[in-house]
């Protein structure tokens, strides 16, 4: 189903869509009071695009040499091609071992990978430790973003589905008391795990070791108490120094949710006495990306949700109307460039507004990527032809610059000068159920320019 | 020796990847005296935010302060399983040396643990392995004290990773605050599987 059909449905329900709305933009909110308390946001914002940059240009040569240096720590390292030999590989390890259970924390690649239903038919116990992937594991769901799976969901519903499999007291939805109830049950998981699984947050080639980032220290006991610990990673998780993370760190959890810094940021380097550590690395599909110039740059996402949790198409729809692994903006340029057939509709799931792009903590150029893919689509140059994405040289985004400020500053102004009907009229399907934001007077770049003019010049 | 995956994906991979090559671009140069945000007074900040991320700071002159506040923590008192790292802060009530499997400390109600140092602008504690005999004991027990010398407070990340050496332990990293989550309605909710309560100490005399 196309993008449209799966939102409307998402509407449908407005008290939930409402809700949705508010909770999101609530995390906006956390957001920029965050970055607006580091007064040198934009230049972290800046130095982490570039290293982000310079990582790519370099990438065969930094991996190799974390390879290098995970080995020398006693870390195993192994390729993946693609999703199929990703889960190949886990698999195998987990056999070696007799492993029948496995406690995880969260990772996107290994949704992207299908990596759970895999190893169910198997015959191997998978556990979703993350509490919001908990309660979507438990409800044959997927979850709805990157960073809060459970965003879709009432607490009501969770009380639902605890009372049916932990047995907590029917009707109850205090998330005090379902926490606590999680917390129990995923205790005794953690103790009985033979091996845990975790995401990468972070690589650095120089030391050969692994980042891993998250609140409720799931990831931690995971691998903490059973003897194998598995990480997986997308290649472009790669910084070259130990310093880049202070970078990373200070942008991810401000980014993110608002938060200073991620209550655990844990690195990695070595299995503890006795045990095994394995990274594996993934391409499936990112080195194509990579050889685009125009997409290239969607590589350098280190998923802090932040596009979501701003962009209105998403707040509005729900991230399940995506039907992708990452939903929002940043998984409307990935997923059609995995599979334009299936998601040709995901560009267009977009008001072109560019608050992703201003939000991005990597500068990533997310809504003209959009627009960009948008054409391409149109077109049918990348329906059926994915392999050629790569040779596709489109006159370049920069000749159309021009246009998306012109785009840009139509929808700001429109929005602050349009009547209510024009807005909410049965045709725009964004305005359907509730207010927009007050659309910024000046866009971003020229608020940027304007102060950077004040400053007395200077090269933004 | 374990079997690796077969060279030939690797190759692949690494291949496509140079094919792809994009232009190279400078890596920036990150300095620790940047010009990253500093403050006045660093523990002012560090409390600040420990207490916002749902932590507590309490600074003492000696390790025996700590001990008598420690002893006056409910959580504490209430535990029956506890251990210290902190020869004179708390006590231990099992042979911590006799533990060779981590998953014996799963009934751990209190640990106190050493830091090495803060972070003012995130109120993040640095902490390694080797100042513990399983790395789990950070996130297993119920609750957990850190204690640090109160004079090592740095002001932010770049100065945090300048003055440690990443990859000289196998386990390392910050933590700020208790385990939390906020994923049943954005509802803040404190312990969520790792420590229900942090208080760090931070003493003059250590
Ligand atoms: S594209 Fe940027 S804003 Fe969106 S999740 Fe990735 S890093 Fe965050």
Redesign the pocket.
Known sequence: MAHPALAQAFVDNRERAQWHDKALWFVREKRDRMASSVPEWELLRETASNIKRHTQSRMAEYLEQFEANATKNGIVVHWAADAHEHNEIVLSILKRHSVKRLVKSKSMLTEECHLNPFLEEHGIDVVDTDLGERIVQLRKETPSH?VLPAIHIRKEEVGECFHEHLGTEKGASDPNYLTEAARNHLRERFCRADAGLTGVNFAIAETGGIVICTNEGNADLGVGLPKIHIACMGMEKLLPRAKDLSVFLRLLAR?ATGQPVTTYSSHFHGPQPGCEMHVVIVDNGRSEILKSPEFRRSLD????????NTCPVYRRSGGHSYEATVP???GSILTPLQTPEKHNSLPFACTLCGS?TD????K?D?HQQLFTLRELLDNKRLIGTSKKLSMKVVSGVMSRTWLFNLLGGIARTSLRFMPRFLIYNPLNAWGKQRDLPDAPKQSFRQQYAERQKQKGGGKS | MIAKAPKSSRETILGKIRAALPQSAPLPELDATGPWQTFEDREARFSEVLKFVGGQTVHVKTVAEADAHLRTLEPWARGKVRCTMVPGLGDTTFDLKAINDPHQLENVDYAVLRGHFCVAENGAIWVTDDTVHHRVLYFIPQHISLVVPASQIVNNMHEAYARIKIGEHRFAGFISGPSKTADIEQSLVIGAHGARSLTVYLVDEL
């Open positions: 990157i980014s996402c280190i998923r802090c949700g932040a596009c979501m929002g903006p940043i992703c939000v991005c903590p990597v990533i997310l």
